[in-house]
């Protein structure tokens, strides 16, 4: 199997209820232009997943009312599976260039957690209307607002 490397862009930094992604020195430049987005696609490695154990599960139990017991990992959220990287949508309230920071929203991930990439969210690329979902993901938020409230 070919073997991939990843190098990460930055990390999640956590001041209380703040959430920043920290972007390396290296990226800084990257940035530029993101503040012109309302929202962006993280992509995080679950750092806190990654035992040789955690790697091989192809089928999880799953938290969810009425969803059926056991899951493959790729009909779900969870850290376990093959390649543990993480996708949040965040809302960005503001960036600093010269200090390398973004201010997010959210992230389901921890400080210190290694950022990958970076994408804009964009709804005539990302929004599916309509988008089918099982029976039993019914009654779930349809979004992020709805989500929230």
């Not at 991939?4 to 956590?14: E, W």
């Not at 990257?30 to 091989?56: C, M, N, T, V």
């Not at 990958?116 to 990302?126: A, F, H, R, S």
Request: glycine residues 8%; neutral net charge; charged residues 25%.
């Amino acid at each position: 199997m070919e073997e991939l490397r990843l190098h990460p862009v930055g990390h999640i930094r956590r001041e209380g209820e703040r959430v920043f992604v920290e972007i390396l020195p290296a990226y800084r430049p990257a940035p530029k232009g993101i503040e012109e987005y309302e929202y962006l696609h993280l992509l995080w490695w679950f750092d806190q997943s990654q035992d040789p154990h955690s790697r091989e599960r192809l089928l999880v139990k799953t938290p969810h009312a009425n969803a059926p017991e056991r899951l493959g990992v790729f009909a779900t959220r969870t850290p376990h599976r093959p390649n543990p990287i993480a996708l949040d949508v965040v809302k960005v309230y503001w960036v600093n260039h010269g200090q390398g920071l973004l201010r997010i929203d959210q992230s389901d991930a921890w400080d210190g957690t290694p950022v990958l990439d970076i994408k804009p969210y964009v709804p005539g690329c990302d929004r599916v209307e309509g988008a089918g979902t099982p029976t039993w993901h019914q009654g779930w938020a349809q979004s992020r607002a709805e989500k929230t409230k």
